[in-house]
């Protein structure tokens, strides 16, 4: 195994802002994010002015192996009757929805309210609110060759342990969903392209629909992510750079042209959080440390982060 060399951007005499782009000037914030850590196969929250630690850890998941190893992506949101959830995606090939208790600080299997095997290195599910259906991307081979989204609707809205597959959609190289309540739209991005499906449906008659709208990139595209500062606004990386998309306009504009950046988000105050794989140690396409643009980044030693996310359940 190489040896890492972990340099802050002060070590590199560049501001972390310079790094990871211009965010808005607004006044700093604390909240906590959520690290998907390959090692220990585990979602793990902190708050980010805090060192990663097990001590200061404020919530985990731990799914176990079998089609869960290396956890890839996390998001939370409010779902009618049953309060906050986690979804999960593993490149094992399994996606669940976990019921987050208020005050449990360790959870485990046993939370799952729902799962399913979509396949194909799985690397997000989104729940799509007011209609109850989960949508998911695999970003290889499995049910379709190449990658694809997979839609799982329920008989009932509001029951989410009804959610049966219904639909399947080639898209190559899937990499992320993302619900839009504004537009009402889901965005997917997938090798060089951000693409917008409208929503049809109830239950079982649930759909994604190609509405044509769409945003090329230069590259595979890794992730896609809400700025909470810009409603009309959508964060990406791909291989060459991480992008800010205008929903309106169909554009986008380069923030940074660093490689290999697998998650990036602005949070409502202004900073901005990111991941970079660091292409050495046992995941070459993750890093131990979740950088800020305002705030000293966080190291946790011999970890793997592969996402990190905002905890929030806003969509937007």
Known sequence: MKRRTLLSAAALGVPAAALLGSAP???????????????LNRLMMWNKDTPFTDENLEWSWSPGV???????????????RIGEVALAAASGGDVGVVEKKHGV???????????????????????????GAVVTASSSNGQVAGGYLCVYAPSHPRKIETLEQVQVIPF?????????PEGDV??????KVVRAYEVTGERRDVRLVDTGRAVPLAGLGHDLQPDYTDRGKLFVTDTYGVHHIDK???????????DSVKAYSRHRCGEDVSVRADLVGEKTWGSPTVRFSRSPWQTREGAEFYKARIYTTHYQ
């Open 66 to 80: 079998g089609g869960w190893f290396n956890l890839s992506d996390a998001r939370f949101r409010r779902i009618p």
């Open 172 to 180: 190559k190289g899937a990499h992320g969903v993302l619900w839009d």
């Open 248 to 258: 309106a306009t169909l554009t986008a504009a380069t923030v940074s042209v660093e």
């Open 105 to 131: 600080r360790e959870q485990g299997l046993d939370d799952l309210l729902w799962s399913a095997a979509p396949g194909g290195n799985p690397h997000a599910a989104e729940y799509v609110h007011p209609v």
């Open 25 to 39: 000037a607004q006044a700093a914030a604390t909240f906590s994010v959520v690290g998907t850590e390959q090692i």
């Open 186 to 191: 889901l965005w997917a991005i997938g090798d």
